[in-house]
């Protein structure tokens, strides 16, 4: 069973800066392509980033491309999301997932077996 805990969404200011983490533990947690998404009230999840095991390969939504960037830690076995530029707009409950497999779905939420239970980002003055 591969357990995810995602934390560090708190209320922010437009322009201001967060960082989420996402802890995980489990069989070979370290070794699982790490996705993180995204959900405000009435919208579907959608795909923020993603991550491959080895932290060598990153994607990005275009919403989100050059205000964000992921990356982990598998001495940790932990995965951040570093946002930046904040906007009204990225108000949401943000997830991390993980899969076994990275590509060009990476930031679908199907290619994901296993979800967090999220952490609320609230973007607000």
Do not use: H
Not at 76 to 102: H, I, N, P, W
Not at 104 to 122: A, F, H, I, M, P
Request: aromatic share 12%.
């Amino acid at each position: 069973q591969l357990q995810i805990v995602e934390s560090g969404g708190t209320l922010v200011q437009p322009g201001g800066s967060l960082r989420l983490s996402c802890a995980t533990s489990g069989f070979n947690s370290d070794r699982y392509a790490i996705g993180w998404f995204r959900q405000a009230p009435g919208k579907e999840r959608e795909g923020v980033s993603c991550i491959s095991s080895g932290g060598d390969m990153t994607k990005y939504a275009d919403s989100v491309k050059g205000r964000f960037n992921t990356s982990r830690d598998n001495g940790k076995r932990t995965v951040y999301l570093q946002m930046s530029s904040l906007k009204f707009e990225d108000t949401a409950v943000y997830y991390c997932a993980a899969g076994r497999a990275y590509g060009s779905g990476c930031l679908e939420t199907y290619e994901y077996d296993y979800w967090g239970q999220g952490t609320q980002v609230t973007v607000s003055s």
